[in-house]
């Protein structure tokens, strides 16, 4: 289902970082727009990112839930999941807890809610004050900042990379090395060629997840519904690691853009947000606008930002969230 939401009660309204109108539409690399990440994950160097700043209405989806038109991971992209983890001495901050304890709980999570086989392969932690006292997970990378910026997490390129990647030994940055015994990857090779060739889909799925006691109350989520993204709305986003490119779709605004986010969200609650789907229009259309035929195809994936909410008291505690990676592979 489509949400084309009118006015709305509990709706606010928030500032979103686009790219500027004059940057180039992109769906392929082409070296315009891009960063450099040290081995801990930070940036180390900008190229061709103007921004513009857009406000936009931000709708309530728990009122929507309310009233019997909720969200869904598979036509809007994202879905919001009643999931406590309750696990005696579980450390949020300790890397081999999460690596060993936590991404069970969200494959088996992913694996429920949509029907299909999943295994989770990479994390962080976002938080503003975290990032400023430069934080680290012990074993891990250092805490990341709310990412300000409307983005999708990959592309037409990256995605099909990212499953192969994981049919590989895994990489410096690879946050499941140590789940691993030597020369061993995550998934088999043969199963991924055959869902890259076209025999199969994947998705890759974030279990985002506030791990404060406090209900999150700075530096909200929102998401856009993907049923409202076209793809002359896209500019390719590289990211140059120590051992490879990743890409991002980076997003020109377009005010059919509809926004939500879910206020208060608290530690037992998980949201999903796809990231990628191989069954999506644009994931099979190589670009190309969607059919209307199409017109009941998921989505390919959920453009995501954090927002300032003018409701937010000075008081307001910081926002502290872990997002897990699940890649999904279909029968």
């Given at each position: ?303 995501h930002s954090a927002f300032n909410d003018p409701a937010t008291g000075p008081d307001a505690p910081d926002r502290w969230s872990m997002e897990v990676r699940c890649i999904v592979l279909y029968d």
């Amino acid at each position: 289902m489509s949400i084309t939401p009118e006015s709305e009660p509990g709706t606010t309204r928030g500032l979103f970082n686009y790219l500027a109108p004059e940057v180039s539409s992109s769906l392929f690399r082409n070296g315009q727009v891009l960063t450099r990440r040290d081995p801990d994950g930070n940036d180390s160097g900008r190229q061709g990112i103007d921004l513009r700043e857009y406000s936009m209405p931000v709708h309530n989806a728990r009122m929507r839930s309310s009233s019997g038109e909720t969200c869904r991971l598979e036509a809007n992209g994202f879905e919001l999941v009643a999931r406590p983890f309750d696990a005696p001495d579980f450390d949020f901050f300790s890397h081999d807890d999460v690596v060993v304890r936590y991404y069970p709980h969200c494959a088996a999570l992913v694996s429920e809610w949509t029907g299909a086989r999943a295994v989770a392969f990479d994390h962080n932690i976002r938080s503003a004050s975290g990032q400023k006292a430069q934080r680290r997970i012990r074993g891990g990378q250092n805490v990341q900042g709310p990412a300000h910026l409307v983005h999708g997490d990959y592309t037409l390129t990256s995605g099909p990379a990212r499953l192969r990647a994981l049919a590989q030994t895994p990489g410096g940055n690879d946050t499941v090395r140590s789940l691993l015994a030597e020369g061993e990857s995550l998934l088999d090779a043969s199963d991924v060629e055959r869902v890259v060739a076209g025999d199969g889909r994947f998705a890759i799925i974030n279990v985002w997840r506030n791990i404060a006691p406090e209900p999150v109350a700075s530096h909200p989520m929102a998401l856009c519904d993907g049923q409202t993204v076209a793809p002359e709305e896209l500019v390719v986003f590289e990211i140059h690691y120590q051992d490879r490119v990743g890409e991002n779709y980076f997003a020109k605004h377009d005010p059919r853009h509809r926004w939500y986010y879910y206020p208060g969200m608290t530690r037992d609650e998980a949201l999903l947000i796809k990231q990628w789907d191989s069954a999506g229009t644009l994931a099979r259309s190589s670009g190309a606008l969607p059919d209307a035929s199409d017109a009941v195809a998921p989505c390919t994936f959920s453009f995501h930002s954090a927002f300032n909410d003018p409701a937010t008291g000075p008081d307001a505690p910081d926002r502290w969230s872990m997002e897990v990676r699940c890649i999904v592979l279909y029968d």
